[in-house]
């Protein structure tokens, strides 16, 4: 079931929807009609059978038939069914309608070589995966045929997707975030409907036998690490229908036991493939939800964690104590970055800190300026690895800055951010989004999705249980490697010193080519802003308006389409929920 909003909620939503999709058939009708039939890509829909319900069988075949782009060819392989009624559908099917290709196997041979023969029976340029008791959206093909008119390099395109339940009424909708290889190394996100190139399907050699159960997480993997962003195209509309039934993943993975062992392969076989060293990795879901535990070099760098400060004696040293007691990571510095602090209390225990030989002190005067106090502690830092945290934050797990660093280091990461909780135990930070307004509905700069939810709540495809690239995470606990952090000129001193200064390091970061990533695995307490007070004075307020109109006039192109959200959902709330009404 849907736990980030109710199915009630979704089906109201389709009913305002679906008004807009009429007008969009019309829409794609028009556009198709203009364009040169040879000119168009060709789709073939790949449809392996084994025993299914006919009357399954029957609405799946017919929801192929009721596209409103006729041209597709279907290529059906029968897994040896025992069911006569099944044999003689789809010999009546094949005979009757001439885009159907039709083979039989005499003896069962499992779902990956059925699909591979299935593949052999295709001539057009994309091949799409249909099972055989889902539906596909009568606008699917269409929708396929102009993403690839609009994107002609394209070799690899998915749709978002949600479930039929028994009753036959749509729920649990799954919107996607556009191209986010780290979440799918966690799970397989794309799924549904997912439109390969035939030809690379082919230099692939089909789906593998030899992980069964897993063999289209695996297919995607491969594919994936042969092509480029810019050829793997995400369609943000639900395009296709996922049944629930008694023996469906789409229930639950332990309706088929044996595909988290095959899960497990799969995932293995990509990091060999992709040269990634790990320890470990950890099934954390029942879903189908995993954890890579990345191992580090044999002398695991330097990292200097940088701490601003102000006045704040008994917030620093819970966070300094969290540090030293909990955290297993063997080789870090720690730079408390000091901005005018009169506390004697403090000033004392900052000289009992210094004593120590991983603890260095700076005195960074003037004006608060966030992004100035860790530009200046940058220069002074000596880890390869900086980890740029808040004073108002506490370690709760060992492994935190292994984590952090492990994926730091990977030449393709930039900014690395922790789940953060509130004291009670619920998230405060699982991720940024942009264009969010935040509570006040005020900013339409960045928000904390997922805010104030338990980590027990299942919210868009359980995104808060594993790591996957965001467009930014917050500079309370944030880790970077010192060469990158340089290389994008810091943070910005003179538009952005108190607020959105982390997001725009982290937009600089991405739009230099890298990817900015978030895990849960690494996880602190944070007692949020103790240590600032918020904006109350007018020049404060001033400040932050003038701080706003800063963002949206440098990233408003990219505020409002952030690759790591979707368009079906709000910009109104922090909660991952359906934009109302639709946008």
Known sequence: ????????????????????????????????????????????????????????????????????????????????????????????????????????????????ATTNDALALASSTFVAFLDHDDLLDPTALAEIVMALMREPHASFLYTDEDKIDSRGQRCDPFFKPDWNPDLLTSLNYCCHLSVLRRSLVIELGGLDSSVEGAQDWDLVLRATEKLSAQQIIHIPKILYHWRISFHSTARSITAKPYITAASKRVLENHLRRKKRAFLEIKNVHPGGHWHVKYALPALPPLVSIIIANRDQKKILQACLQSIETTTNYPHYEILIADNDSVDKDLLVYYETQVAQKKIRLLHIPGEFNYSAINNHAVREARGEILLLL???????????????????????????????????????????????????????????????????????????????????????????????????GGMDEIGLPVTFNDVDFCLKLQTAGYLNLWTPFARLLHHESKSRKGDTTPAKKHRARLEIETMRNRWGWLLDKDPAYNPNLTLEHENWGLAWPPR
């Open 390 to 488: 808040n004073n108002d934050v506490e370690v709760i797990n060992a492994s935190w800055l292994h984590e952090m660093v492990s994926h730091a280091l990977r030449p393709e990461i930039g900014a690395v951010g922790a789940l953060l909780y509130y004291p009670d135990g619920r998230i405060q930070h699982a991720g940024v989004i942009l264009g969010i307004a935040g509570p006040m509905k005020v900013n339409g700069v960045a928000g904390h999705v997922g805010k104030y939810f338990k980590e027990s709540i299942t919210v868009a495809g359980n995104r808060t249980r594993v790591v996957q690239n965001f467009s930014a995470v917050t500079g309370a606990c944030m880790a970077v490697r010192k060469k990158l952090y340089e290389e994008v």
């Open 1 to 112: 079931m849907d736990h980030y909003f109710k199915n009630r909620t979704y089906r109201h939503w389709i009913a305002c929807h679906e008004p807009q999709k009429d007008n969009r058939k019309e829409e794609l009708r028009d556009a198709l009609a203009t364009l040169d039939p040879a000119s168009l890509p060709t789709v073939a829909i790949i449809l392996p059978v084994c025993n299914p319900s006919l009357v399954f069988l029957k609405e799946a075949i017919h929801s192929l038939e009721q596209q409103i782009w006729p041209e597709w060819e279907l290529c059906i392989v029968d897994d040896g069914s025992s069911d006569q009624a099944i044999i003689d559908y789809l010999s009546d099917l094949h005979a009757r309608d001439p885009r159907v290709k039709l083979s039989f196997h005499k003896k069962q041979q499992g779902i990956a």
